[in-house]
């Protein structure tokens, strides 16, 4: 059982007579260091899968855990599984796919590693098998997540009425999910969890084995349990999901979670289903406690993106991850890793996410990822730094969200058109513009916010492949009108910006 496994209803779990099997699980130190994870995220995946061993063993299961400090620990899945074989004289391997194309190629290899018989099961954790998904992508030459969003809600029967129409009369209600919150509003937070002396443990492990990786690993708050994932669960229906809709797009500083969720942290894990996360959501819906805007934007994240997401990963891999197609190779700024930058939105970012290994959707896809979009940084980088930082990053959910979604290196195949904005944007969405140094206002120049003068220089630069997108005409309209004086301003003022960034040290990724 992977470490993010951790569900009772796992397939290889099913039909297993508790007195014929054993349950391995494994800490490595090559999955904590593959990249060079956040510490909060070592210790969170560390803590929950020592907790779940134990309500297995509670539950009549015979576990093998092996912990990272075990002198005879190889640092390796398949190390483990062979060592593992002959230590419990095995006679079978069962295991369920891994949700990353790497482990999944070193389960490939356990049968004629072990001389076992070794069943690779399906991850039907998910609502649309593999199978299904890339016949609808096999059928398809645009992949646009809308049209298999609607496919999914009718295969689960989510919000849908009973002569299989859509709930509230449409599919989706995003146009109804663009404000910024009042002042004074109230903000929800999660549930914060308190560390037991399991989580004191790991805390201690991965404070002394990985001390030098990015992110604070104290104060330490998250859901290690099901218990806990399901407590965070209702917490967020009763506390934030009523305004998780309309308020979806906004950021504020000192605010870290607004009426997002975080529930990405326990599905990811296995710790919730995603079926069970929508049917609370709904339930909510039908009690009159949340709006349909509401819910349906938070279902749609789940049975929809999520579910997209994953399919996308496996249809495209092993490419996927190599996709450059605006060959981008500038090396990702120092700043993403220090936070030492003047642009108070990306500042305050990366706090963040240093802080609690969690940025929510719009800082992830119009901060941090519009930035290194517009600035042409290498996807490979860009896509490593994500997979270090954030809590809920498994190369599945992590990969086309970044190369695909946030850097458009997949050349649309998730995208119909990049995700990048001028400073306004940021402004409208956000009370980061107030207090930064630079002006939003300002187009060029050096008290001119970068975002601006970025904006039209990534336009320039990708001109001949996005000029006849229909959905950027008016932005090259505008370009055209500016005439080419002012063209050449904000291209110099690009460039001079450009010239400043610090390329990260090496080793903040991988070691
Ligand atoms: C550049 C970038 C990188 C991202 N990296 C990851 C990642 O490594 N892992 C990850 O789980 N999500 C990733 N996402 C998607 C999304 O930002 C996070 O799932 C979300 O911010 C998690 O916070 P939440 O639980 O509060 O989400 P909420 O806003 O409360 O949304 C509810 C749930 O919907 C799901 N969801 C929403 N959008 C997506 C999406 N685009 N892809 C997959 N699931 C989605 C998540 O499970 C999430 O918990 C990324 C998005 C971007 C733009
Ligand atoms: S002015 Fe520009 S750099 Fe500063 S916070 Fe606003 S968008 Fe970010």
């Known amino acids: 059982m992977l470490g993010d496994q951790l569900s009772t209803a796992l397939a290889s779990l099913r039909d297993v007579g508790r007195p014929d099997a054993t349950v391995l699980m494994m800490e490595v130190w090559d999955e904590a260091t593959y990249v060079r994870h956040h510490k909060k995220k070592i210790a969170l995946i560390f803590s929950a899968m020592r907790h779940f061993a134990g309500e297995l063993r509670d539950a009549g299961w015979r576990v093998d855990y092996v912990t990272l400090d075990d002198p005879d620990n190889t640092g390796s899945f398949t190390g483990e599984v062979v060592r593992a074989a002959e230590r419990l004289d095995a006679s079978a391997i069962r295991t369920v796919a ?60 989510l919000l849908m009425t009973a002569d299989a129409k859509p709930a509230g009369g449409k599919w989706n209600f995003d146009h109804d999910n663009r404000d910024t919150p009042p002042r004074g509003v109230n903000y929800p937070s999660p549930e914060r969890f308190e560390p037991d002396t399991i989580t004191r443990d790991v805390l201690a ?62 599905l990811n894990l296995g710790l919730l289903s995603p079926i069970e996360v929508c049917e609370a959501a709904v339930a909510a819906y039908e009690r009159g406690d949340a709006p349909i805007n509401a819910v349906e934007g938070f279902v749609r994240q789940i049975i929809g993106w999520r579910e997209y997401i994953r399919g996308m990963y496996w249809w495209d891999m092993p490419q996927f991850a190599t996709r450059n197609a605006l060959k981008a190779t500038r090396p990702l700024p120092e700043f993403y890793w220090t936070g030492e930058t003047d642009m108070r939105c990306v500042a305050q970012s990366v706090d963040q996410t240093r802080r609690e290994a969690y940025a929510h959707h719009i800082q992830r896809l119009m901060v941090l990822g519009n930035f290194a979009l517009l600035a042409g940084i290498d ?21 086309p969200n970044v190369v695909g979604m946030s850097q458009f290196a997949d050349g649309g195949m998730i995208a119909s058109k990049p995700y990048v904005s001028s400073g306004a944007y940021i402004d409208r969405m956000s009370d980061y513009c107030g207090r930064c140094r630079y002006d939003v206002k300002k187009k060029t120049g050096p008290d001119a916010c970068p975002f601006n003068a970025l904006y039209w220089d990534f336009l320039a630069r990708h001109e001949r492949r996005f000029r006849p997108n229909a959905r950027m005409r008016n932005m090259y309209g505008t370009w055209d009108r500016f005439g080419p004086e002012r063209q050449a301003e904000y291209r110099a003022s690009a460039t001079a910006f450009l010239d400043t960034l610090e390329p990260a040290a090496k080793g903040w990724a991988r070691g």
Not at 122 to 135: G, K, M, N, Y
Not at 209 to 220: S, T, Y
Not at 228 to 243: E, M, N, R, S
């Open 379 to 399: 996807p490979a980088q860009v896509s490593d730094w994500y997979l270090v930082v954030y809590f809920d990053a498994y190369e599945w959910a992590e990969l």
């Open 205 to 266: 492990l991965v404070g002394a084995r990985f001390g030098k990786h990015f992110g604070d690993l104290e104060p330490f708050a998250l859901p290690v349990t099901r218990a806990q994932a399901l407590v965070g669960l209702k917490h967020f229906v009763a506390t934030a999901l009523p305004d998780f809709g309309r308020y979806q797009d906004a950021m504020i500083a000192g605010q870290d979670y607004l009426f997002h969720s975080s529930l990405s942290l326990c």
């Open 98 to 157: 891994g949700g990353e194309y790497r482990v999944r190629q070193d389960q490939e290899t356990w049968e004629q590693r072990t001389g076992l018989p070794t069943d690779i099961l399906e991850d039907d954790r998910f609502v649309c098998p593999l199978a299904d998904f890339f016949t609808w992508a096999n059928a398809r030459s645009e992949h646009r997540m809308e049209y298999f969003y609607r496919d999914t809600r009718r295969r689960t029967g």
